[in-house]
């Protein structure tokens, strides 16, 4: 039986991957410091923790559901703990990228992240529809990335990566950086500002008299149908009105060396400022 050591289990991350795992036949083992997320383990879950010398004898697997700024803090502290051979598994790239875990061989180094549920989906169910952040109820994809260590351990990070994200559809194999392309870079540097800039529009045409819901409302909707077009959800073309606001309204908002933010130096520096 897999022995894995969830750092973090009762923090905002670790409690949802807690949940998951109780459904395996892992045997995990729950470190939190916080009193007040081991009694919302204890309470929720019915789950005690361990410290990390317990949790870390002979564990196969570590897993860290612990913020970006201290992984690197954590990982370091539990170091000379980690046998030969132990698989570290990292819930995003930033700090594997930015070089903030331990210089050894002899360690698995696992990275795995959820892409969270489409937005283009067959979800029927309540709970469902209204899990947007995957983990509980709604479908989801996930990344996985074998940053060094033996092939073989992809396949055991892989089962991990699906139990902890479930109920998981595609599971796609990246590398780091590719990763760390896909975030910070296109979900946060690129889609969360401009997902920003449609509220601020949003609330200007609020300020300009147009009723809030009525704005809310007709934004929205045109998402639906405007990003189903834009990703081939569905077979249609805009209507020549749409294209001609589109020809000028992206120099209008863009920068036109805007895709300068996946270049290597700003992906890094942005992975600095987060972590």
């Not at 991957?17 to 204890?42: I, M, Q, W, Y």
């Not at 700024?69 to 930033?94: H, R, W």
């Not at 590398?175 to 449609?198: F, H, I, K, N, R």
């Amino acid at each position: 039986m897999t022995s894995i050591a969830l750092f973090g289990a009762g923090g905002k991350m670790g409690y949802r991957l807690s949940l998951n795992l109780k459904a395996t036949s892992f045997d995990v083992r729950h470190v939190e410091l916080s009193p007040a997320g081991r009694d919302r383990l204890k309470t929720g879950l019915g789950l005690d923790c361990v410290d990390s010398d317990k949790a870390l004898a002979d564990a196969d697997v570590v897993v860290l559901a612990v913020p970006d700024t201290i992984i690197g803090k954590v990982a370091a502290s539990i170091n000379e703990q980690l046998k030969p051979g132990t698989m570290v598994v990292v819930l995003d790239a930033a700090a594997p990228f930015a070089g903030h875990l331990p210089k050894r061989d002899d360690l698995t180094y696992f990275v795995t992240h959820p892409c969270h549920p489409p937005i283009f989906n067959d979800e029927f169910e309540h709970a469902a529809r209204h899990d947007h952040f995957g983990g509980l109820h709604a479908k989801q994809h996930i990344v996985n990335a074998l940053m060094q260590g033996p092939e073989a351990h992809y396949a055991v990070g892989e089962e991990i990566a699906r139990a902890i994200w479930a109920p998981v559809m595609r599971s796609h194999r990246v590398t780091v950086e590719q990763m760390a392309l896909l975030e910070p870079g296109l979900s946060e540097t690129v889609a969360a500002t401009l997902l920003d800039v449609m509220r601020e529009a949003m609330d200007e045409v609020v300020a300009r008299g147009v009723p809030e819901q009525a704005a809310r409302d007709f934004l929205l909707g045109h998402l639906n149908v405007l990003g189903a077009v834009i990703f081939k959800e569905v077979e249609g073309v805009f209507s020549d009105a749409c294209n001609k606001a589109i020809t000028f309204g992206k120099p209008a908002l863009m920068q036109p060396d805007w895709k300068r933010v996946f270049e290597p130096a700003e992906i890094a520096a942005s992975i600095q400022r987060i972590t």
